[in-house]
């Protein structure tokens, strides 16, 4: 039943289905099984929620613990790594088709309260840890600008992979955009180039004097 909440969430968003849509699709005769399972809707979202974000979580948490027992990490790349990958992994090890950040993506947009409620500060302590390793390896960077570029790099994280995630559920032929074999390291680069740029004249005349170091 969880996955096919799933999928109805993320292909028509939270407002756009029931309790009764995801009976009928799980193919339930007892209209009350939600909340038999899981209490209410809004339970179930949030059960869901926690489900994508252990699992990120605990993958990102085991490439940090790798990187510092080998003496790192090092640099930008190899804590980005840790901050993207688990998230595109959800893309392509989930048998049944991966729909939870496009689900991630509607609970994000258009009911953020029960995103914090579900998740808040829990399972995301690998986030809170590439989060400061950034800052350490990007000290140069003016800390405004650095926690705007993070937080802009995160969102982009969700939205580009949803749209790969999408493409992966299409019947048709996939999008050409996700075809090369270089697509993720290029993905990857984008969102590094990001991260280390230098802030532009026009950017640090914009920043109060305290904050350019």
């Known amino acids: 039943m969880k996955a096919v909440a799933q999928r109805l969430f993320a292909l028509h968003g ?30 179930l979202i949030g ?9 990120v979580d605990g993958f990102r948490q085991a490439m940090l613990d790798e990187l510092r027992q080998a003496g790192g990490p090092r640099t930008v790349r190899e804590v980005l790594d840790a901050f993207i ?21 509607n609970v994000q947009m258009t009911h953020r309260p029960l995103f914090r409620q579900y998740i808040g500060d829990q399972w995301n302590a690998g986030y809170r ?33 949803s749209t790969k995630e999408a493409s992966l559920d299409e019947t048709h032929a996939p999008n050409r955009l996700w075809l090369p074999a270089f697509t993720l390291e290029n993905i990857l680069d984008t969102f590094q180039a990001m991260l ?18």
Do not use: W
Not at 47 to 55: P, S, T, W
Not at 91 to 102: C, I, N
Not at 196 to 213: I, V
């Open 85 to 105: 990958l688990p998230v595109h992994r959800l893309t392509v090890t989930q048998a049944e088709g991966s729909t939870y950040l496009r689900f991630l993506s």
């Open 129 to 161: 840890r590439c989060l400061q390793h950034f800052r350490e390896l990007l000290a140069h960077i003016p800390g405004p600008v650095l926690e705007q570029r993070m937080s802009l790099v995160a969102l982009y994280t969700t939205s580009v992979l």
């Open 196 to 213: 280390e740029c230098p802030p532009s004249p026009a950017t640090l005349a914009r920043l109060p004097a305290a904050a350019q170091g």
């Open 14 to 43: 939270i407002d756009g289905v029931s309790v009764a849509d995801i009976v009928a699709a799980a193919g339930q005769r007892n209209k009350a099984s939600v909340q038999y399972h899981f209490g209410s809707k809004e339970a």
């Open 47 to 55: 059960e869901l929620l926690v489900d994508g974000a252990r699992m």
